[in-house]
């Protein structure tokens, strides 16, 4: 391979970005994220062209894949790619990921240390808008399966690889799409991975060692619509509660009445996975959490960073009243979001939160978010498959199986896979996961890079 001067350096990576072909995995990341497939909730705002772009981008920048794979567009803007085994006995496995992505707060474009969609590639890290969800694992997944068809490797297992558009807002358009689509081809999958888990660097409990955490089960997702109703008219004659203060009691009592904290099946797994790693005192606490686990749900729950793995979470996200500053209004509504463990109902959070707000003025209603995904198995399957490729990637890290805290698009999917992972091989530190959907999101070069030899080795050992 020819040297090149340094100064020449800008000058290649711009020919190669002029001719559609960019110089690495990490340039052709930066290029992903400049499309801005955003998904918005009044989805009169997105703008579909972008996606569509988008996929011309994918089918420039790996060839191979979508001349080899059976390629599907599904419902206009989702992906379903096929990867036919040729033993057609074992069943196939499933690998999913999202190419939307959120939009960035109005006003805080400032605070980036590069514009969100610039996708630029600078000091060792790749800036912008879905660079950690999930533009990494989209471009990740498509850059392993083309290094090995140029590689000539064939699957015993067929493959099936589904990118939906709409993640961000449910994935009722994409993965549900996608989900009836596999139906109709009558596929049935042993396991399947999307997005969530990940390698941390720097956990307070693994001194010197990188824990890579599987999640084998995630939280449920409820938002309840709070109202108040009442009297309303002129400002000058105020009644004597309003809607707005009626309403706010209600929060103001629902935030001061969190769920009591306990450790769930995946919480106690992770942590008797990690035994064996830690030192005393903490071993014999994660060794005999069959007394222990009130006190570590307890301490959990102290800290905001680890309550949501110990607690069916409360976040008070919206509040909608009135129409002018001289008018008392005579309706205040109010949505409150809710992530649930594992084994808390939707119908156990409503009666718990009407108990709290104790006011027959307020009501409370939901939309039902079906179909919550279970716990998958560890012992065996596709989890040993991803710690295989993990330890193959990262020898030294310890491979624990965790919960994911937020939602994914697996609930579209639970009726055909037996199992359901999440987990995109990105190392990172705890302090980064902040900008996931906020400010300053990044992912490393190196990191990035690492990610898409996990997604290989995955494929490969899935394959078999």
Known sequence: MPRYSRNCLPVILLACWVCGVAASPAERLGEAVRFQTISYQDTGQIVYTRFEAFQRYLRDSFPLVFSKLEVETVNEYSLLLRWTGSNAALAPVLFTAHMDVVPVEPGTEKDWQHPPFAGVVADGRIYGRGTLDDKVGVMGLLEAIEQLLADGFSPQRTLVFAFGHDEEIGGTSGAAALAARMRELGLHFDWMVDEGGMLVSDNPILQDKTMAMVNIAEKGYLTLILEATGEGGHSSNP??????????????????????????????????????????????????????????????????????????????????????????????????????????????????????????????????????????????????????????????????????????????????????????????????????????????????????????????????
Request: charged letters at 20%.
């Open 239 to 464: 009644p004597e509660v309003s809607t707005i203060g009626r309403l706010s009691n209600a929060l103001a009592r629902i935030e001061a009445k969190p769920f009591p904290p306990q450790l769930t099946g995946p919480v106690v797994a992770m942590f008797e996975a990690l035994a064996p790693h830690v030192g005393q005192p903490q071993r014999i606490v994660f060794e005999n959490l069959w007394i222990t686990d009130g006190l570590v749900a307890r301490m959990m729950a102290g800290e905001r960073s680890t309550t949501p793995f110990v607690r069916t979470t409360t976040a008070l996200t919206m509040f909608n009243a009135g129409v002018k500053e001289n008018v008392v209004p005579q309706r205040a509504e109010a949505r409150v979001n809710f992530r649930l463990l594992p084994g808390d109902s939707p119908d156990m959070v409503v009666d718990y939160i009407t108990e709290v707000v104790d006011d027959p003025l307020v009501n409370v209603r939901y939309e039902e978010w079906d179909n919550l995904p279970g716990v998958a198995d560890y012992g065996s399957g596709g989890f040993l498959v991803i710690k295989s490729a993990v330890e193959s990637v990262y020898p030294d890290a310890v491979v624990v199986p965790s919960l994911l805290t937020a939602t994914t698009d697996t609930r579209h999917y639970v009726d055909l896979v037996d199992n359901q992972y999440r987990f995109h091989g990105v190392e990172m530190a705890t302090s980064q996961a902040t900008s996931i959907h906020g400010t300053d999101e990044y992912v490393g070069v190196a990191s990035y890079e690492k990610s898409i030899d996990i997604a290989r080795k995955m494929i490969e050992l899935a394959a078999r």
